[in-house]
């Protein structure tokens, strides 16, 4: 059941793509990135993270202004374990301007690229301090 309700939603987003796919910043795209990055791979699910960089890359490029757009591509560079590209648009919506629609929505994806942020700082130096052989 949850499978079938998945196909028709990554249906409807790929229809509101055709329609129009640039409509809210490329909101559409932006939602159907999102479903592949986060939903469970194939067998489970239709998630695909080639497919989610492909699209939130696509709709990012378009639509920079809009900092969720930069949010999710930022989400997919770190479960694709690219730190450094995540890290820079991380860094570059906490950046973006608290004004119109980001006032309302940015506060959380601020908090989360923040904790992002700081996991993946912790992350880098536990590597570095196991290249090095040395402990905490």
């Known amino acids: 059941e949850a499978d079938t309700m998945m ?3 990554v249906e409807a987003a790929e229809k509101a793509i055709l329609r129009d796919p640039d409509f809210g910043h490329g909101e559409a ?4 990135g999102a479903i592949y990055l986060y939903a469970p ?5 239709v998630g695909d993270i080639d ?6 890359e696509g709709v ?14 930022a989400e997919a560079y770190r479960r694709a374990g690219d730190r450094q590209k995540a890290v820079a648009l991380y ?3 906490l950046k973006a301007p608290k004004e119109g629609i980001w006032a309302l929505e ?3 994806y601020r908090a ?5 942020l700081i996991e993946l700082a912790s992350s880098y130096q536990l590597m570095l301090s196991r290249k090095s052989g040395s402990r905490f």
């Open 51 to 56: 497919e989610a960089m492909a699209v939130l």
């Open 41 to 45: 791979s194939w067998p489970s699910g």
């Open 60 to 73: 990012a490029t378009a639509h920079p202004e809009d900092p969720s757009n930069l949010f999710y591509l």
């Open 91 to 93: 860094k570059r919506v």
């Open 7 to 9: 196909a028709h939603v």
């Open 29 to 32: 795209r932006r939602v159907l």
């Open 112 to 116: 989360d690229a923040r904790a992002h």
């Open 106 to 108: 940015g506060p959380q």
